[in-house]
């Protein structure tokens, strides 16, 4: 089956044109190519781009019940990342490296982590005495109980 494109008018196959589930046959109006283009030409203006952010901005000020249930939900489902981002961000507070070689091999300890148990930091990252790395050699997996009485103890 074949397809004109809106935008060059030529008539080609429907492998050619992006899959919609709410357009004719299924497939967009403009074939991968022109479509490509376009979003090229648009994304490459600088004035889209803070147009597109303050858009965002303002949709999160004008909705941010809303917004906050789009978070959460994302956090639920994404725990790996989200608990590996917050490991990284506390690190940064303190200034201390976290080498990119190490950075996947973290998230897929977090990722890897059995259900019932939290990724300890073996030395805390923020101690009375001491303080660890966010690094690979100072991870452990805790029951949720074990973690929670461990709390920032050494």
Not at 42 to 51: C, F, G, T, W
Not at 134 to 152: A, D, G, R, T
């Amino acid at each position: 089956m074949k397809k004109v494109c809106k935008q060059c008018k030529i008539e080609k196959s429907l492998l050619e044109f992006h899959k919609h589930k709410q357009c004719k046959y299924g497939v967009k109006n403009t074939c991968k190519p022109c479509t490509n283009l376009i979003n090229k030409e648009y994304v490459s203006r600088p004035e889209v781009k803070i147009h597109r952010a303050n858009k965002q901005k303002e949709y999160r000020n004008s909705n941010p019940e809303r917004h906050r249930k789009y978070v959460n939900n994302w956090r639920k489902k994404n725990l790996h990342v989200d608990a590996e981002y917050q490991a990284r961000r506390r690190q940064r507070k303190k200034k201390a490296l976290l080498y990119s070689n190490q950075k996947k091999d973290i998230l897929t300890f977090y990722k890897n982590c059995p259900p019932g148990h939290h990724v300890d930091h073996i030395i805390p990252l923020k101690g009375k005495n001491v303080s660890g790395l966010h690094c690979l050699e100072n991870l452990q997996y805790l029951s949720i109980i074990e973690n929670l009485k461990k709390y920032n103890k050494f």
